[in-house]
């Protein structure tokens, strides 16, 4: 059974910075691309915001122009954990974080359907 679980989310003030994780189990972690993706309060499911994604050999494909960088999407294929450390944190970066595996095509991620965590709420505010 595919399980992927995100964690760390926390509400923080403007400027500071928060890890966060997500940890699979029930695929074989190292052989597939990963990403992170956002959905701001009151947009959609079909409206999330893919926010950096990466290559099962840890290169990256790309990074959302609003994060560059500030954020910094890493994984550990021992370990089966897909992290996303963002820095400078912004209210408009308010948002529940989600990760997925996915596919490559054309030197471009594409998301799986039915790879995706549950969420990891992330507000920003003073």
């Known amino acids: 059974q595919v399980s992927l679980v995100e964690s760390g989310g926390d509400l923080v003030q403007p400027g500071v910075s928060l890890r966060l994780s997500c940890t699979v189990s029930?695929?074989?972690?190292?052989?597939?691309?990963m990403s992170w993706y956002r959905q701001f309060p009151g947009k959609k499911r079909e409206e999330r915001e893919l926010?950096?994604?990466?290559?099962?050999?840890?290169?990256?494909?790309e990074y959302a122009e609003s994060v560059k960088g500030r954020f910094t999407i890493s994984r550990d294929n021992v370990n089966n954990a897909l992290y996303l450390e963002m820095n400078s944190l912004k209210p408009e970066d308010t948002a529940v974080y989600y990760c997925?595996?996915?596919?490559?095509?054309?030197?471009?991620?594409?998301?799986?359907?039915?790879?995706w965590g549950q969420g990891t709420q992330v507000i920003v505010s003073s």
């Open positions: 926010v950096a994604a990466i290559a099962n050999t840890g290169s990256i494909y």
């Open positions: 029930g695929f074989t972690f190292a052989n597939y691309p």
């Open positions: 997925n595996a996915g596919q490559e095509g054309g030197g471009r991620y594409y998301p799986m359907a039915g790879y």
